[in-house]
């Protein structure tokens, strides 16, 4: 009967960002196969958790919804607006092949996206011709990622990151963004912090953002999963610096309301965690101790 409720409830869960209910057995093999970054990795640590890394990952699609050049390839050249589920369901699974995944399976899937960057391009809604293969526009995607997850796993797991913990977050993830072909990446949370703040300038609230911008708030789901998909778009949004609220005009969520947000997140996660706790990082680490499935 538990494990009735418990399959019933992963399959709620995974149907909001368009996953597949059944267990991740591609990550099983080669036994011995740590994959790009290993069991002992902070990747490993901070990308284990599915509440905090989807909630940050609403706060990280917000902040790169406010630069132009890269929000006009998502708007171009992708159904993120028709099938945000979908979307999402994509970049999950890109982050767990390239955090989990064997070798293999981790190469694989960046080559598929590397090459498909190379045919994304156009023109910016204001008017300024753009690349999805930019250097410049892939470092503002990743580091606005990275400080997005580990913003919201120092918030909400336990227990946290150490300050040499977090910055080793970073110079792992690196190796990863350089492979994607951003250059000039930080390898520290301040470093990563103030290369954010240095594409203020870049940035707007236009028509295109706030579209996006809607879309997050109102996050589109089943009438079943409405009550998660809300708490962990507004968890998102609280996850944001004062600085990009005030950019897209919504306030910051009061002490009081902080609070109550975290309780409410905190109390949702008991039984999601429960539910997903033989998903992709427990099937990677018996890879890669080879232990039996």
Not at 75 to 80: E, G, K, L, R, V
Not at 215 to 222: A, K, M, Q, R, V
Not at 273 to 289: C, D, I, M
Request: net charge positive; proline share 6%; with cysteine.
């Amino acid at each position: 009967m538990i494990d009735s409720i418990r399959s019933a409830m992963r399959a709620s869960i995974l149907e909001m960002v368009g996953g597949g209910s059944g267990p991740p057995v591609a990550f099983l093999t080669p036994k011995g196969d740590p994959g790009l970054f290993g069991p002992s990795s902070m990747v490993w640590r901070v990308h284990g958790d599915f509440v905090s890394m989807m909630i940050g990952g609403i706060g990280s699609l917000a902040l790169q919804a406010l630069h132009p050049m890269a929000l006009a390839g998502v708007w171009d050249h992708s159904t993120f607006r028709q099938d945000l589920k979908g979307r999402l369901g994509r970049t999950a699974y890109f982050i767990a092949a390239t955090t989990y995944g064997p070798k293999e399976m981790a190469l694989k899937i960046i080559d598929k996206v590397n090459n498909i960057h190379q045919h994304v391009n156009g023109i910016d809604e204001l008017g300024r011709p753009y690349s999805a293969a930019d250097p410049n526009l892939l470092k503002w995607v990743h580091i606005t990622e990275t400080y997005s997850f580990l913003k919201a796993f120092q918030k909400y797991c336990s227990p946290r990151l150490t300050a040499l913990e977090e910055d080793q977050y970073f110079k792992e993830m690196k190796v990863l963004g350089e492979m994607m072909g951003a250059i000039g990446l930080p390898a520290s949370l301040v470093d990563t912090e103030r290369e954010i703040l240095s594409y203020f300038n870049e940035l707007k609230y236009g028509e295109r953002a706030k579209t996006i911008i809607d879309l997050l708030t109102n996050f589109p789901s089943p009438i079943h999963t409405k009550p998660i998909t809300l708490l962990i778009s507004r968890a998102g949004f609280a996850n944001l610096p004062n600085w990009a609220l005030n950019f897209i005009n919504k306030e910051a969520p009061s002490p009081m309301e902080k609070f109550f947000l975290t309780t409410s997140v905190n109390l949702m996660a008991i039984p999601i965690r429960e539910a997903l706790k033989n998903g992709v990082a427990a099937h990677s680490y018996k890879r890669v101790y080879g232990l039996d499935s």
